[in-house]
């Protein structure tokens, strides 16, 4: 049985998809991009804060699921510059336990929706 996991503290989607879905103890979230919730506005003039946003709109899906980064046993990044690795990874670093810390993999793509830096997603399980 699956559960849509949907809150107005992360992005509405912007496709036929939703936030994320429940199955069992297993949260599978979409991926997030630096879409401000409440003014509809990306965040994309540095990438630190484009990955803050990107990271507390995640934070937002997984406490509406029940969850906290506590929770996430498997991260994606997808990067549209390699270049911003570190800085992407400073933001991502402070939500994680280094001792306790997800699976990962980061990835280059030549492009993300709406022409964004970073996208993540996560798995999670209570």
Do not use: H
């Amino acid at each position: 049985m699956k559960k849509i996991i949907t809150t107005s503290k992360a992005p509405a989607p912007i496709g036929p998809y939703n936030q994320a879905i429940l199955t069992g103890n297993t949260l599978y979230t979409s991926g997030q991009i630096a879409i401000n919730p409440e003014t509809g506005e990306l965040v994309t003039d540095e990438i630190k804060a484009e990955s803050e946003q990107v990271m507390q709109n995640l934070k937002a899906v997984l406490a509406e699921a029940g969850m906290t980064f506590e929770n996430v046993i498997k991260t994606t990044i997808f990067l549209s510059d390699m270049n911003n690795f570190s800085l992407v990874n400073e933001v991502y670093g402070k939500y994680f336990n280094e001792d306790t810390a997800p699976a990962r993999e980061t990835v280059a793509v030549a492009a993300l929706p709406k022409f964004v830096n970073v996208e993540i997603s996560v798995i999670a399980v209570k």
